[in-house]
Antibody, heavy 118, light 106 residues
């Protein structure tokens, strides 16, 4: 079992940046990977990107490529997702999730609400 | 990117009935498809992986089938707690896209 604890909700103005953290505990290994997913109010799930905690390799959703950065701190088993130049349509709950069975997203954080409003 | 199209958007059934949800991929994802259940205010939960394998702790009334581009999630004998939104997701290629979801309602 892997437990993921995310940082608290954020309120940001358009154009600002937000950095969400996700700390892993439990049965992790150096080879675990974290996926970031967001869900706008009343909408479905949107895959944002993936980072390997082992080597820091990343994959990003192309439309966010210029605005998102995912990083990892192996000493604290914490992964970060920074999103820059925020817009109102970035308002969503942001989830981190760890891969488990056969590489599928299996363990989820509690979600971090991010509101972008002037 | 691979587009996953789920149908129907909303499925209205009663407890005890069988639910059949569909997910169609814009190109082959082989068997690299998962199904998730999400209830209001909760994170999604993995139900099915590799198209047809139940995740740990998932009741036997949930089953998945299909390959390549056409997939089905079947829920036999619906329980009240099964009414939720269901998403499919592929891990055949980057980005790991989700379908838009099917809402299963009473």
């Amino acid at each position: 079992q892997v437990q993921l604890v995310q940082s608290g909700g954020e309120v940001k103005k358009p154009g600002a940046s937000v950095k969400v953290s996700c700390r892993a505990s439990g049965d992790t290994s150096s080879s675990y990977a974290i996926t970031w997913v967001r869900q706008a109010p009343g909408h479905g799930l949107e895959w944002l990107g993936w980072i390997s905690a082992e080597n820091g390799n990343t994959k990003y959703l192309q439309k966010l490529q210029d605005r998102v950065t995912m990083t990892t701190d192996t000493s604290t088993r914490t992964v970060y997702m920074e999103l820059r130049s925020l817009r109102s349509d970035d308002t969503a709950v942001y989830y981190c999730a760890a891969s488990g069975i056969k590489g599928y997203v299996t363990y989820w954080g509690q979600g971090t609400p991010v509101t972008v409003s002037s | 990117e691979i587009v996953l199209t789920q149908s129907p958007a909303t499925l209205s059934l009663s407890p005890g009935e069988r639910a059949t949800l569909s997910c169609r991929a814009s190109q082959s994802v082989r068997s690299y498809l998962a199904w998730y259940q999400q209830k209001p205010g909760q994170a999604p939960r993995l139900l099915i992986y590799d198209a047809s394998y139940r995740a740990t702790g998932i009741p036997a009334r949930f089953s998945g089938s299909g390959s390549e581009t056409d997939f089905t999630l079947t829920i036999n004998t619906l329980e009240p707690e099964d009414f939720a939104v269901y998403y499919c997701q592929q891990r055949s290629d980057w980005p790991r896209t989700f379908g838009q979801g099917t809402k299963l309602e009473i």
